[in-house]
């Protein structure tokens, strides 16, 4: 018996010691890969060779927000300030039980519309529309029955006027330029149906008008090891599964995709917990299955600043392993492995498993 449990406890520990060892290995090339690649990019910006333009694709910016009365207001002023000439601002309140909607009619001169809203998606039932206009940018607030984020973001979908959408947390502030960034791979390509953004620690930054003034590490440790994390994450993994569409999560809090596909899938489920993967996922499967050409893409440059939970909301949030592979055990058998072959099915288990 002891034999047994000794030659057992050896196979553990052999699978464990190897797998440190390819994990270690990935990220270390990953790291090395997204170093190169970002000093290339620098280089072309310092040599004056990136691609300039002045044509815009209209954008859809979609905030789904509940109970955020504290930051949504700063929130939507930030989007006021971005370095991009043509987007409209959908703020979607999910049935706030806080004043959310009401600090947005006392910091914005919104009026009640009647303009109805076609359901392309089906949703949870619309109590009010409101429109402002400011600065030539139109506003949408939109307040709904609770139905969780992915019934609001396709109530925003439903809502929204261009081919592209972007969707954004009620706690985030996007850069100044980050419109312009994210759009760049659809101008560059146009198979590109989805790009995402980089997603920094807010806690870390100090910022006016999206304008970076001052940055920092945090003293806190929860924090800082988030910031440690989401750079690791965002600056060498992503960049390097970018370069063969192997992204297979676009961050709720930053991303942008193009309508017609999303639609076509059906928009965002509301019966899951990962629903930003879990869209992505059925992205993937859709285009392949169907043999359209396309690209998912991963833009460094494109930054959005967060918020990071803190206390015990930090470990309300981190989600058990099991539910993250909920999606992926759903798409996986089926769909996702026979037309991805191998680099998909190492793609789907190197996400699953905490990239």
């Known amino acids: 018996m002891n034999l047994i449990v000794q030659q057992f406890m050896n196979g553990v520990a052999i699978f464990f010691i190897g797998y440190m060892v390819l994990y270690t290995t990935y990220l270390f090339l990953s790291v090395l890969f997204g170093a190169i690649r970002l000093y290339d990019k620098d280089r072309m910006m310092r040599l004056n060779n990136e691609l300039k333009h002045d044509y ?8 789904p927000a509940y109970n955020e009365e504290i930051t949504i207001v700063d929130s939507v002023k930030s989007l006021l300030n971005l370095d991009y000439k043509l987007y409209e601002i959908i703020i979607v309140d999910d049935g706030s039980a806080d004043e959310t909607t009401d600090e947005l009619l ?13 359901r392309k998606l089906r949703t949870k039932a619309i109590d009010a529309v409101y429109e402002a206009k400011i600065n030539g940018i139109k506003i949408m607030l939109i ?60 806690q870390c930054v100090k910022m006016t008008d999206g304008e970076v003034l001052d940055y920092h590490m945090p003293w806190q440790p929860i924090i800082g090891m988030q910031v440690v994390e989401y750079d690791r994450s965002f600056l060498a993994s992503r960049i390097l599964l970018d370069q063969f569409s192997g992204n297979l999560i676009i961050s709720g809090a930053f991303g942008l995709f193009r309508k017609d596909v999303v639609l076509s899938t059906g928009g ?18 859709f285009m392949l299955n169907n043999n359209r050409p396309y690209k998912v893409k991963y833009h460094p440059e494109a930054i959005c ?32 492995y026979p037309v991805y072959q191998k680099a998909g099915g190492l793609c789907v288990l190197y996400v699953s498993l905490g990239v």
Do not use: C
Not at 174 to 180: G, I, M, S
């Open 56 to 63: 815009y694709l209209p954008v859809s910016v979609i905030m």
């Open 106 to 118: 006392r910091a914005f001169r919104f009026h009640q519309t009647d303009r109805p809203i076609q």
């Open 143 to 202: 307040r709904k029955e609770n139905g969780g984020k992915g019934d609001a973001l396709n109530v925003g979908i439903n809502a929204s006027r261009y081919p592209y959408f972007v969707t954004l947390d009620a706690d985030s502030l996007l850069q100044k330029n980050a419109l312009e960034k994210i759009i760049q791979p659809v101008l560059a390509d146009e198979s590109v149906i989805a790009v995402g953004g980089m997603v920094r620690i807010a």
């Open 268 to 285: 965002y489920r509301t019966d899951t917990i990962g629903e930003d993967m879990e869209l992505v996922m059925r992205l993937h499967t």
């Open 305 to 336: 600043w967060s918020q990071a939970p803190v206390g015990k909301r930090y470990y309300e949030t981190k989600t058990p392993l099991v539910f993250r592979l909920i999606p992926v055990a759903h798409l996986l058998p089926r769909n996702v």
